[in-house]
């Protein structure tokens, strides 16, 4: 796998972690699903809605997406940094809402394991996002851990499932 584009310097203000999923499914399939900026409803499961608010998907598309009740946020911004089709790197900002991650700026690439019968996928998410005031280090990392995890868990579930079709 390449870490080049997982590089990021965090300041004293600021966490990130790296988390890594398998999936058996090929790239392509796994790739159609996650590049879709317009669409994350189709994979991430606390999302309610996506609005496009700039843009048609492509680098420097900005989106509003509507969170389902019960999580500590209503609504997020988000612009799409970088979506490289070849490389298959996506890179994302969150750039308002009402959410605790602030400043938050996530990088996902996308690794074929050679050799496998049917493919199988590794897919590779990194971040960087401001510790707000009166959290920890720690807490700020785990909560993003856990929706990253829970978002790359339902991406294995959702093209698993339609690579057996």
């Not at 940094?81 to 750039?95: A, K, N, P, R, T």
Request: with cysteine; proline share 2%; hydrophobic share 35%.
């Amino acid at each position: 796998m390449t870490t080049q584009y997982h590089n990021r310097n965090i300041s004293s203000n600021q966490c990130g972690s790296r988390l890594v999923q398998t999936i058996d499914a090929p790239l392509s399939l796994v790739w159609s699903i996650l590049r879709r900026f317009d669409n994350p409803q189709a994979y991430k499961q606390f999302i309610k809605s996506c609005t496009m608010r700039a843009g048609n998907g492509g680098k420097g598309s900005v989106r509003e997406v509507i969170v389902v009740s019960g999580l500590p946020a209503a609504t997020s911004t988000e612009r799409l940094d970088e979506l490289d089709d070849d490389s298959h790197v996506m890179m994302v900002s969150f750039i308002g809402g009402d959410h605790r991650l602030v400043n938050y700026r996530s990088t996902t690439t996308l690794h074929e394991i050679e050799g496998i019968s049917g493919g199988k996928t590794v897919v590779e998410e990194s971040y960087v996002v401001d510790v707000p005031a009166g959290n920890s280090e720690e807490d700020t990392c785990s909560f993003a851990d856990t929706i990253i995890g829970c978002n790359l868990r339902s991406l294995a579930r959702v093209t698993e499932q339609m690579a057996k079709v």
